[in-house]
């Protein structure tokens, strides 16, 4: 599947709620990063806001980023860093990048890119590569099994957990993952799942969402509340979250 990266780009930054699921996506992010203490990390996929924004204490950052714009925003922003010496953007595909596999990095992001890419295991693998010795790697996904594709099933809204929402077909994306075949996948690329949890448990979908937060139904503080839930929850959230090595 060939992919229209600049259409991308556009379709991502129209979505409803989006900004909404990608805060608490970040707030995981920085929370993985509090916890792992990573001092070189390598993002592939940075979208409007690379880490380096809010996560300060690395020594190396570089960003992987095949949109050209996102690539250019994240070089602006790297610029008016403190640490902008220590900060690479790469305006290019994971495979087309320059080589870091003689380096060694403590964390390797990939987040909401598996289920995009056309190959996952040769995109986990040449992340493998990159990474090195001693490297985790920060993954994840839209949950196939998340409680608002559950209540759409039981709506009759859709005919399998597995299919692909309208709005994943806007993105271009090609496959689902559940808890199970996301840990299939890894596996098979020769990493171990070290720990796994769900962002956000969101009882509909992302237009659903947002019509009931501007209609004024559904607060801000509730869908902190609703993020919360997750933990309650860890198998229903939207989105997967899973640390592997």
């Known amino acids: 599947m060939n992919r229209d990266i600049e259409n991308y780009q556009d379709e991502y930054q129209s979505l409803p709620f989006e900004k909404h699921q990608a805060h608490f996506r970040r707030l995981e992010h920085l929370k993985v990063c509090r916890e792992l203490k990573p001092l070189r990390i390598v993002e592939i996929g940075c979208g409007m806001l ?4 809010d996560y300060h204490d690395f020594e190396k950052m570089e960003v992987i980023e095949p949109g050209e714009s996102f690539a250019e925003n994240a070089r602006n922003l790297g610029a008016q860093h403190s640490k902008s010496s220590q900060i690479s953007v790469q305006n290019c595909f994971l495979e087309d ?3 870091l596999e003689n380096h060694s990095y403590d964390l390797v992001i990939l987040s909401a890119l ?15 590569k990159i990474g090195g010795n001693g490297a985790r790697y920060l993954i994840t996904v839209p949950n196939s099994h998340s409680f608002h594709r559950q209540l759409a099933l039981r709506c009759g809204l859709i005919e399998s957990l597995t299919e692909l929402s309208n709005q994943q077909i806007q993105l271009q994306q090609s ?8 840990t299939h996948e890894i596996k098979s690329a020769g990493l171990q799942v070290e720990s796994q949890k769900s962002i956000i448990l969101k009882p509909f979908t992302h237009g659903q ?3 009931l937060l501007a209609n004024q139904i559904l607060t801000l503080p509730q869908v902190e509340a609703l993020a919360g839930l997750s933990d309650l929850l860890p198998e229903l959230g939207s989105e997967l979250l899973v640390i592997a090595h």
């Open 114 to 128: 598996l289920h995009e890419v056309p190959c996952p295991q040769t995109f986990l693998k040449q992340a493998k």
């Open 209 to 211: 969402m947002e019509g």
């Open 97 to 99: 990048c320059n080589v």
């Open 175 to 182: 496959r689902t993952y559940s808890l199970d075949s996301l």
């Open 50 to 53: 690379p880490l380096f924004v």
